[in-house]
């Protein structure tokens, strides 16, 4: 080999230098005598005792010209491995001679220990002399030890040619045994032993070298692979060999990757199948072949790794599946591309107890947020739109609609009654808590109940603006709200407003909801009608979103209160019908008052009793939320008197004073409030509010100094003019003080406890 290196070497040499003698004599010299002596003559200058070997070699480089500059270089570095590798076979085919040489050169050196040689390993005795050692080793033929050393590398060299890996390990252990005992022992020389160490290591890195190259093969699969690994951990390199274990994966992975394309599949969730089968096979093999290599040694690295697969295989699936699911506000499609990864993931985690499912759950929750809220646009754009052609009239479910579903049933097992556009709503929310239910890994309930609050809370709008009087007051809408819906005129289409919130958000909304819950997902929900809608709202923040649906329902419910209150308060005019100067004038008109409960109150008791009647068809099972319209819309009328400042200026400090006949009918209008009030239309609150402002404006008839109990008449003659107000209005026959509903929140209260009113303002 040497001599082919030096004949390809010659040939290149540059013209102009001639070329050192060893590469005359490596290759054998030659070409007839008369060419011999023009060489001699050309290697003279070599051998003058000035010759400069740098001034020589400037001179003819200043001739040459970059390429015969390279050449050069080129000739001299393969000039210098030609003789290295002369050199070593020369020593290990005359091991004993180039011994004995050396010992000569040692002799003729005045500092032996500059050569970086021992010569008291090299004797047979410390004290010897040197013609001895001379001797004794030209007559010693070498042992079995040192000629196994010179046949060492040529051994190693055809094992690693025929890729007999563990041959060359047993070898390379059998040499550091070797090495280990003649350090100890003293079997080898000094010499021989740095060759045989040389070797070691040189051999080492060269196998080594072997075993990552065929481990980075697409090639090398199996039981290759962990042996390659195996046979780099025995090299005593165990993290090399972790790393081109899992580079190995990684690069198979990438290659099986690349018959993936997105757009050869017919959606997201092929392609995500596709991609996750072989990315968490991957995964699977890879913890496979690492246990059965390293046990536990890696696992760290391991983890790290695997996480970095799992990272790269959720980018993939949010740019090529879940982006383009989300953007179009496909959540079901882009909930199944994220259940098909999970469950892969997941069957990893039951094998390998590797959890790589929070990686991939935080990487898809943005994709999987901007479906849900796109999602949530789409049901609040769709019932915007509904309810621009709703007609507000009750109907039942279509046939086949998802509001019929036991899931929506009411809690009296009765198929409810809602406008079109309240049917529409709710039968889009029940199917995007349906898709949305097999994400509660994500925790995502908490703001999809938020959203879902916020979708509610602009439905109520759009119910409020249906009101007539909501084009004027916006008191109550949040934030902006489509105009173009219709008005419901009529008391029965303001009710059917009603209806369809406190539907939907005392019980179709949360039992939807419940969809989010994970016993419902795994299918242990009892029957709800068993075991009632408030027993299945555990959960102390469904509760709670509960008790949000219901305040937005009473902002729609305050607001139908409060336009019937100002429509009985004003004319269309924007005069009052509730004024002190009604009562202030009475005692200075000529006229004998005809008496009757003032109009106002009496158009109140007919509009209740209009309003109940009709609520009576529209809330069956719902009585209470009726009731409790009813005496809302009472409180709102005699809190505006409480509150009115004008009103109690004129009473207290007017330039005319309350008289006798504007007490007596001030009185007797109260008193008729309590009456039709009780059991039905009055809260304990407003009860008390009435008895307060009595007291009030008795007091501020007394400060005339007159006593308001000898002007007043007698209860008897207040409760007469008042049931005989209530018959002639409500058509139905008197009832007495004790004939109170049982059920009211105010059954308990008499209309006989105004006397004590009386009792105050006379004492």
């Given at each position: 080999?040497?001599?082919?290196?030096?004949?390809?070497?010659?040939?290149?040499?540059?013209?102009?230098?001639?070329?050192?003698?060893?590469?005359?004599?490596?290759?054998?010299?030659?070409?007839?005598?008369?060419?011999?002596?023009?060489?001699?003559?050309?290697?003279?200058?070599?051998?003058?005792?000035?010759?400069?070997?740098?001034?020589?070699?400037?001179?003819?480089?200043?001739?040459?010209?970059?390429?015969?500059?390279?050449?050069?270089?080129?000739?001299?570095?393969?000039?210098?491995?030609?003789?290295?590798?002369?050199?070593?076979?020369?020593?290990?085919?005359?091991?004993?001679?180039?011994?004995?040489?050396?010992?000569?050169?040692?002799?003729?050196?005045?500092?032996?220990?500059?050569?970086?040689?021992?010569?008291?390993?090299?004797?047979?005795?410390?004290?010897?002399?040197?013609?001895?050692?001379?001797?004794?080793?030209?007559?010693?033929?070498?042992?079995?030890?040192?000629?196994?050393?010179?046949?060492?590398?040529?051994?190693?060299?055809?094992?690693?040619?025929?890729?007999?890996?563990?041959?060359?390990?047993?070898?390379?252990?059998?040499?550091?045994?070797?090495?280990?005992?003649?350090?100890?022992?003293?079997?080898?020389?000094?010499?021989?032993?740095?060759?045989?160490?040389?070797?070691?290591?040189?051999?080492?890195?060269?196998?080594?070298?072997?075993?990552?190259?065929?481990?980075?093969?697409?090639?090398?699969?199996?039981?290759?692979?962990?042996?390659?690994?195996?046979?780099?951990?025995?090299?005593?390199?165990?993290?090399?060999?972790?790393?081109?274990?899992?580079?190995?994966?990684?690069?198979?992975?990438?290659?099986?990757?690349?018959?993936?394309?997105?757009?050869?599949?017919?959606?997201?969730?092929?392609?995500?199948?596709?991609?996750?089968?072989?990315?968490?096979?991957?995964?699977?093999?890879?913890?496979?072949?690492?246990?059965?290599?390293?046990?536990?040694?890696?696992?760290?690295?391991?983890?790290?790794?695997?996480?970095?697969?799992?990272?790269?295989?959720?980018?993939?699936?949010?740019?090529?599946?879940?982006?383009?699911?989300?953007?179009?506000?496909?959540?079901?499609?882009?909930?199944?591309?994220?259940?098909?990864?999970?469950?892969?993931?997941?069957?990893?985690?039951?094998?390998?107890?590797?959890?790589?499912?929070?990686?991939?759950?935080?990487?898809?929750?943005?994709?999987?947020?901007?479906?849900?809220?796109?999602?949530?646009?789409?049901?609040?754009?769709?019932?915007?739109?509904?309810?621009?052609?709703?007609?507000?009239?009750?109907?039942?479910?279509?046939?086949?609609?998802?509001?019929?579903?036991?899931?929506?049933?009411?809690?009296?097992?009765?198929?409810?009654?809602?406008?079109?556009?309240?049917?529409?709503?709710?039968?889009?929310?029940?199917?995007?808590?349906?898709?949305?239910?097999?994400?509660?890994?994500?925790?995502?309930?908490?703001?999809?109940?938020?959203?879902?609050?916020?979708?509610?809370?602009?439905?109520?709008?759009?119910?409020?603006?249906?009101?007539?009087?909501?084009?004027?007051?916006?008191?109550?809408?949040?934030?902006?709200?489509?105009?173009?819906?219709?008005?419901?005129?009529?008391?029965?289409?303001?009710?059917?407003?009603?209806?369809?919130?406190?539907?939907?958000?005392?019980?179709?909304?949360?039992?939807?909801?419940?969809?989010?819950?994970?016993?419902?997902?795994?299918?242990?929900?009892?029957?709800?009608?068993?075991?009632?809608?408030?027993?299945?709202?555990?959960?102390?923040?469904?509760?709670?979103?509960?008790?949000?649906?219901?305040?937005?329902?009473?902002?729609?419910?305050?607001?139908?209160?409060?336009?019937?209150?100002?429509?009985?308060?004003?004319?269309?005019?924007?005069?009052?019908?509730?004024?002190?100067?009604?009562?202030?004038?009475?005692?200075?008109?000529?006229?004998?008052?005809?008496?009757?409960?003032?109009?106002?109150?009496?158009?109140?008791?007919?509009?209740?009793?209009?309003?109940?009647?009709?609520?009576?068809?529209?809330?069956?099972?719902?009585?209470?939320?009726?009731?409790?319209?009813?005496?809302?819309?009472?409180?709102?009328?005699?809190?505006?008197?409480?509150?009115?400042?004008?009103?109690?200026?004129?009473?207290?400090?007017?330039?005319?004073?309350?008289?006798?006949?504007?007490?007596?009918?001030?009185?007797?209008?109260?008193?008729?409030?309590?009456?039709?009030?009780?059991?039905?239309?009055?809260?304990?609150?407003?009860?008390?509010?009435?008895?307060?402002?009595?007291?009030?404006?008795?007091?501020?008839?007394?400060?005339?100094?007159?006593?308001?109990?000898?002007?007043?008449?007698?209860?008897?003659?207040?409760?007469?003019?008042?049931?005989?107000?209530i018959f002639r209005i409500s058509g139905k026959a008197r009832y007495g003080n004790g004939e109170r509903e049982l059920n009211s929140p105010t059954a308990s209260v008499s209309a006989q406890s105004i006397s004590s009113v009386r009792s105050l303002g006379s004492s």
């Amino acid at each position: 080999m040497a001599s082919a290196k030096s004949s390809r070497s010659r040939n290149s040499v540059p013209s102009g230098l001639a070329a050192p003698p060893g590469a005359l004599q490596a290759n054998g010299g030659g070409g007839g005598q008369e060419a011999g002596v023009q060489l001699a003559d050309k290697l003279k200058i070599f051998k003058t005792d000035n010759f400069d070997s740098d001034a020589y070699v400037q001179s003819k480089c200043q001739t040459m010209n970059e390429r015969e500059i390279k050449q050069l270089c080129n000739y001299l570095q393969d000039l210098k491995k030609a003789s290295a590798e002369e050199m070593r076979k020369s020593v290990y085919a005359n091991y004993a001679s180039f011994i004995r040489d050396l010992l000569v050169r040692i002799d003729d050196r005045p500092n032996a220990h500059a050569e970086g040689v021992n010569i008291d390993s090299l004797s047979a005795a410390s004290d010897g002399g040197k013609e001895d050692d001379k001797s004794r080793i030209e007559d010693q033929e070498p042992s079995d030890m040192e000629k196994w050393v010179v046949e060492f590398p040529d051994l190693l060299e055809v094992l690693l040619a025929e890729r007999r890996v563990d041959e060359a390990l047993d070898a390379l252990d059998e040499a550091e045994r070797v090495v280990t005992d003649a350090k100890q022992n003293q079997t080898l020389g000094t010499l021989a032993l740095a060759l045989l160490q040389n070797a070691v290591s040189e051999y080492r890195q060269k196998l080594a070298d072997q075993l990552a190259e065929a481990a980075c093969q697409s090639s090398t699969r199996g039981v290759e692979l962990r042996g390659a690994a195996s046979a780099l951990k025995r090299l005593g390199d165990g993290p090399r060999a972790h790393t081109l274990l899992l580079t190995a994966h990684h690069q198979r992975l990438q290659y099986n990757m690349q018959v993936i394309h997105p757009t050869s599949t017919s959606y997201g969730g092929a392609y995500t199948a596709a991609v996750s089968q072989q990315v968490f096979s991957a995964i699977a093999q890879a913890l496979n072949d690492s246990q059965a290599v390293f046990g536990d040694e890696f696992a760290s690295e391991l983890v790290i790794w695997s996480t970095k697969q799992a990272e790269s295989f959720a980018h993939l699936v949010r740019r090529h599946a879940l982006a383009s699911s989300a953007a179009a506000g496909g959540l079901r499609a882009a909930v199944e591309c994220v259940q098909i990864a999970i469950e892969h993931c997941s069957l990893l985690e039951a094998h390998w107890k590797l959890s790589l499912s929070s990686v991939l759950l935080r990487l898809f929750r943005p994709c999987v947020e901007q479906a849900l809220d796109a999602n949530l646009r789409r049901i609040e754009e769709s019932t915007s739109a509904l309810a621009a052609a709703d007609d507000w009239v009750l109907i039942y479910p279509s046939t086949g609609s998802r509001t019929s579903s036991r899931s929506s049933t009411s809690v009296m097992g009765i198929q409810p009654k809602l406008t079109s556009s309240a049917h529409r709503f709710n039968s889009m929310v029940q199917d995007f808590l349906e898709d949305v239910g097999p994400l509660l890994s994500m925790q995502l309930g908490g703001s999809t109940m938020d959203g879902l609050l916020k979708v509610f809370n602009s439905y109520i709008n759009l119910l409020i603006n249906a009101l007539p009087s909501s084009m004027e007051d916006e008191t109550y809408l949040d934030g902006p709200v489509n105009k173009l819906v219709q008005i419901a005129e009529t008391e029965t289409q303001q009710l059917s407003l009603l209806a369809n919130a406190s539907l939907l958000a005392e019980d179709l909304l949360p039992r939807a909801a419940m969809k989010l819950s994970p016993h419902y997902q795994a299918g242990r929900i009892e029957d709800t009608r068993q075991r009632g809608l408030d027993k299945n709202i555990r959960v102390p923040e469904q509760r709670e979103w509960k008790r949000k649906l219901q305040r937005s329902v009473d902002k729609l419910r305050d607001s139908f209160c409060r336009q019937h209150a100002l429509d009985l308060i004003f004319t269309e005019d924007g005069d009052t019908n509730l004024s002190a100067e009604m009562y202030i004038n009475m005692d200075y008109n000529s006229e004998e008052p005809d008496w009757a409960p003032s109009p106002i109150f009496q158009e109140l008791y007919a509009k209740l009793n209009s309003i109940a009647t009709i609520a009576s068809d529209i809330f069956v099972g719902r009585e209470r939320f009726a009731t409790l319209l009813l005496m809302r819309l009472t409180e709102t009328v005699i809190l505006w008197l409480s509150e009115d400042q004008s009103f109690w200026e004129e009473i207290e400090e007017g330039q005319r004073p309350l008289g006798p006949l504007g007490l007596q009918q001030f009185y007797l209008d109260m008193q008729f409030v309590i009456l039709f009030g009780q059991g039905r239309f009055l809260s304990r609150h407003v009860h008390q509010v009435i008895i307060d402002v009595i007291e009030r404006v008795m007091a501020a008839f007394s400060a005339t100094g007159m006593n308001p109990d000898s002007v007043l008449p007698s209860n008897d003659w207040f409760f007469e003019i008042a049931q005989e107000t209530i018959f002639r209005i409500s058509g139905k026959a008197r009832y007495g003080n004790g004939e109170r509903e049982l059920n009211s929140p105010t059954a308990s209260v008499s209309a006989q406890s105004i006397s004590s009113v009386r009792s105050l303002g006379s004492s």
